[in-house]
């Protein structure tokens, strides 16, 4: 089992920044790739980042150039630092986590946090 907890949402205005933490307890957290999921309002739950096992990145094209996925294994954390936020970013924030290698797909992961709720105002 492992058990994550999202820290770090809140509101912000279009245009700032936000970092999202999640952080990991109970297997061996430098053998899981990670994922961030977010979901609007009435919409599915979608991609917007993930970052193997060996800390390579992978992003939505929505979030590309403007997220920046990252881990430090010593600290058990993955971090999502959310640049230029648009209203279109506001959701609530998931975390995964996922053997082997990062996915992209929402039911290839095993373990989910609670969520954050992130809020961008125009």
């Known amino acids: 089992q492992v058990q994550l907890v999202e820290s770090g949402g809140g509101l912000v205005q279009a245009g700032d920044s936000l970092r999202l933490s999640c952080a990991a307890s109970g297997r061996t957290f430098s053998s899981y790739s990670m994922g961030w999921f977010r979901q609007a309002p009435g919409k599915e739950r979608e991609f917007v980042a993930a970052?193997?096992?060996?800390?390579?990145?992978y992003y939505a094209d929505s979030t590309k150039g403007r997220f920046t996925i990252s881990r430090d294994n010593a600290k058990d954390t993955v971090y999502l630092q959310m640049n230029k936020m648009k209203p279109e970013d506001t959701a609530v924030y998931y975390c995964?986590?996922?053997?082997?290698?990062?996915?992209?797909?929402?039911?290839?992961?095993?373990?989910w946090g609670q969520g954050t709720q992130v809020t961008v105002s125009s």
């Open positions: 995964a986590a996922t053997i082997g290698v990062a996915r992209t797909i929402v039911e290839m992961y095993d373990y």
């Open positions: 970052i193997s096992w060996s800390g390579l990145p």
